[in-house]
Structure formats: C-alpha cells, structure tokens
C-alpha cells in the first residue's frame, strides 16, 4: 500500500473537513494469512480478543510477537497482567519488542487480575493489554468486553481450551494448537461468523533462528564460556554467547 | 454552638424553637427540651480558616485572614488582578463557593470595592456583587449593626436609640456618634466605605501541607474515609495550585483511639491533580484492613516540588490522546503494591536466570543479544522425569537443537554448568530444557517455555 494512503487510513493525519474519528482497523499481525482473515485486517482495537490455546508452548504468545514489536516501536504500553510464568526479557527484546514500554503486573487474586486488566484498558494508556485471568464469569467478560470497547489498546485474554464451549461476549475468539511444527490457528468467533478451517502459521521460526545462530561464527573474545569444548558425543556444540550492543 | 454563657449560633431547627444567637445559655435551655450545646473551639475554627486561606491561593496570592472577635471569622481575596483570567467576579465567586463546599464548609460570598466592605456585605449574607465604589454605602445601608465589628455594649447602646441598620448609624452626626462610640466606630464605617484606608497583612501559607479533619463519628467503613479525606485533598489542589508546585507523595494519618495508621501514597512523578489523588487514597484505603475505628483524619504532603506542565494540543481531542501510564502505574500500585508492577530489562550475564532484572517501568537499558531464548522462564527450574536418561514431560521429549553450553557463576557460589537444548514436548510445546553437567548423575530440568 502507498505510505501515504497508509497513514491517511491509519488515521494519523487529521484532515479538516472530515470527521475526526478513523475507521476502525486492525493492527497487523504481521501474518498475512491470519490479517486475511481478521476483520479490520488485523487484531482488532477497542474489541476483547479471546486466545484459547492447547497447551503452553505453541506459540501462542509469540503469535502477537509482529504486534506487539510494532506497537512498543510506537511507543505504546504492553501491558502483562498475571502472566503464568515470568516474561523473559532477552526473548522479548529478541522479538524486537521495546522494553521500555513493558509493564508487568503480578496480582495475588483472579479479583485484582480483572480490576488490572480493565483498568489498563480503561487508562487508554496501553497499546496491547495481555491478562491470564484464570476462571471468569460471562458478567466479568462483558465487564472487560465494555472495557476493551473504550480503548485503543488491543485486548488479549488468554483462557483454557475449555473455555471454548461457553459463550462470550468477546469480539474475536481464536482456538490455537501445535501442529507439526506450525500454529494452528482457528477462529471459532469472529464479526462475519466463524471459519472451518484452520489457518497455519509459523510465529517467530525458533528452530530456524537456533540453526542460523549455530552457524554464525562466534566472535573472537577470549572468554571462558567462548573457549571450544570437546564435542559431546551426537550433538553439535553451541557456545554461549553474549554480545553487547 | 455556645461561647461561655452565651448562644453563638444555632441550627435551623433550633432557630424555629425561638434560640436566637447571643441569647443566654440558660434561656434556650428552657426554650428547648434537650438542647445539646457544642463548645466553640477558636483553634480548629482558626486551623480550618488557614486551610482555606492555602486553599484559596490558587485565585490570588493576596489572601488575609479575618478572624472574628465573635462570630466566625472570614477570609478577604484581593481579586482585582485575577479577574480576567478567572473569567470575572461571579466565576470566581462560584468557585469559592464551590470550592468550600468540597471541603466540607459553607461559605458567604461577597464583594466589594473595600475589603471591610466585602466583609461587612458577607457578614450580611450573600448578595450579588458590588463593584462600583458610588455603589458602595447604598448597599451597606439595609445591612443590620450586628454585621458590625464592635462591641456588645456599643451595639447595644445602639438598639436602644433605635438604631437597626447600618444606614440608620450613617445618618447620624458625625460628631455626636464619635462622642458617645469613640473613633473606634466611624474608623470602621470609614475604611468601609474606603473614605480610610485599609492596611491587610497577607497570609503566608505553610511550606508543608498539613490539614486535618475531625470525624464526627466514629468510622470503619473505608468509603466513609475517602469521603471525608476528599475535602483534604480539595485543599491540598488548592494549596499546590497557589504554590505553583506538584507533590511525588503524600500521607495520608489515621487517628484511632490511641494509636495512629499512616498510609503512604507516592506518585510516578510530581503531580497536583486532585481528582488523581483521591483515586489513588481510595484504593489504597479500600486495600487497608482497619484493625480500629478511625477518630480523626489527616492528610500531609511534606515536599512540594516543581511540576512539568503540558501543552495542549491544537487538533487533538481528549478522546484520541493516549492515557497517561504514569497515572495507571500509580493506580496500580495503589491497590496491588509497588512491587506488583514492574518493567523488565535484560542484563548481561550467562546464566539465564540472572540475564533479565526487575526495574522502574519506563526505564531502558542496554540492547543484549543472546541465543534463542523462551519467552517464557520459569521462576525455578523444574526438574523432570527420566526413562533411561531421556526426559519426559507429558511423554519423551524430541531433542530440536543443542547444546548451548552454559558454564558460569563458579565465582558467587551459584555455580552453572549446564547444556541447554529445544525439546519437544507430544504436546507440540517447544521447552527449554538443561541437562546438569559436571555431577556425577546428571539431571534434566525444564527451565522456559517458547510461548
């Protein structure tokens, strides 16, 4: 798309002689064949988005990665309310996501992760909200839901498997599974029905990535951790490193 | 309320009973079955009048204190230089009167050319201003004697000449009312009508704020708190809008029987916004468990600092403007404490559970490269099951790529020596997972989660 068309869209400029307010659209996921398929093209703002994956693991956060690099490039807030383990920093900078606008919350109650979730949202302060709220009722999913509609940020909500057979107030419902390998995405609500079929999709390629850094000379330092070892039998060594940049 | 033998003020359905104010003691006993009186207490009187003479600075620097020698005392602002940016005497008058009512008390405001007049006009009750000098003794005229500062016995002398108001004492001679009252009288109607002129000593506020409430009752109920402390943290706005300056924390003191609850309050950055402030006491009450009731009530900022300001923007309507995080950090940690939120940040060091550190939100430090990293780490590495020297988590795992050799710490006692590989799980998680090196058996643990 044109750069300019792009800004236009994205309702950056204010034109005079048009109504203020911008189309609603989505933010990139940063996966074409998952933005196809999104309405707005993207994950959407200002409407709660479920996650529903099979298991820790599988890319289910590393699927927002695109999104979330993008939206801290902004210089907007991400916010992680009661994650499950803790965000670790040199995965999240490698993501390319800026540190310095990650906030983590750490509740000691499901009652104090759903006040944090909403107001995060209802600060307009953040460009993406992620909450693991544990169980939730449908009255506290239309709370967040009413939350998320006032607000700019994109809303993650990430919830059990099980969770898929009770009905939701959500905007946009995602069912997420490993697959080979790959993600695999199913929207089991979205605005314009749901979708059979899954959507594959391959976030942040970790395999690949490791591969690549094996390949990549070591640099030339003479630190003990840099030094060749002896190669344990059947595997290639990968010598830890650290480079400051 | 009553002052040695005397009535000085009374409520509406004690008035409707036929108390009237300077009546004895003893005489509106009789009148009122079950009369309760209150003792004046001049010193909080005085202490409030300051809080509102702080309060009161955001309108004008120039704010004296009247104390009444009987009768409440007052406050006079000289508003001359603050009308234009206030939008006029009826906006300001609003606002004072607004203000007062946030905090809890009920004000009578007038104006006037003359500072004596204002006052002798407030005295009278409120009535719409006057700001024409010619204007002036016509609308003192209907105002009762009593409005005046002087004694008892003179005020006495004059109702029993027949004397009411205070146009009747101006139609009197000169010379003869300064014979029988003494200067002091005439001196008073003179400065009002600015005929003399007024010298004011202008109230200097406090370095520190310090305001304090007493309960009426005895309270629990953390709503009750935070209704009351609000009419403090109105005169704290005040106070920081007079000195032009924002505060990073404030105290709020809880006064039980004995003892005494301090809630601290601290802020992101400096900050004079009240309506901000009493979101944060809230949640910071609600968060508290009262062992006691709560007696009395008071709020103190001890540092006053200077506060950036914002520019507003030209196109941009309140709707689009981002939030403000500082304020939801604040508000946050209000309620979940200052160490539930954090910004993370890597660090360099080899073993991964020290690569990363808690800091300040906002605060960035120095990009790292490290090798392929989960996005989640595990708090504690959890050691895993093994058949035959494989590990298992929810089935065998599938060794993706490794080792990373990671052989570090021998120096502080929390000695690494580990291989780190990706696994997969049956479940298609991909895991991080290290075996212990250097031991005699060596162990399988899982340490992060590609999320």
Redesign the interface.
Known sequence: MHPLADILRRGLV?RAGQP?RAEPTGIPSGFPALDAELPGGGWPAGALTELLP?????????ALGPALARLSGEG??IAWIA?????????????GI???????????SPQ?AL??IE??LQ????GAVLGWPGKISFAQLRRLQIAAEGS?ALAFLFRSPLAAREASPAALRLHL?????ELAVKILKRRGGPLARPILLTPAP??E???E??RRPAPETDH??DRA?PP?PA?R????????? | MAENRHVLDCNAAAFAQGVRPRMARAAASALVHGLRFRERDVQAERAALEGVAGWAGCYTPNVALVAGPAGPGGLLLEVSGSLKLFGGVPAIAAGLAHGAAEMGLTACVACAPTAHGAWLLARGGACSPCTALGDLARRLQPLPVEVLGCEARTLATLEAVGVRTLGEVLALPRAGLARRFGAELLGELDRALGVLPDPREFFSPPERFHAGLELPAEVRDAGALVFALRRLIVQLGGFLAARDGGIQRFRIELFHKETRTDVEVGLVRPGRDAEHFALLAREKLSALALREPVRRIALAADEILAVAHENLDLLDDTLKRPGDWRSLIERLRARLGNHAVSGIATHAEHRPEAAWRVTEPGVRGSALEFGTRPLWLLQKPKRLEEVGAAPQCGGALALLAGPERIESGWWDGHDATRDYFIARAPTESLLWVYRERGTERAHWYLHGIFG
């Open positions: 204010w203020s099979e298991h820790a693991g599988i890319g289910e956060v590393r907007r807030w994650p499950p383990y803790l965000p670790y920093a040199p995965a999240l900078e490698a993501a800026d540190l310095a606008r990650v906030m983590v919350v750490r509740t000691r104090d006040w944090a107001q995060a600060s307009g302060a953040c700019p599974q490993g697959m080979k390998g970790v395999i990535t490791m591969r850094t094996m003990a951790v070892l344990p595997a060594i990968l010598p830890a490193r650290l480079v400051h940049g």
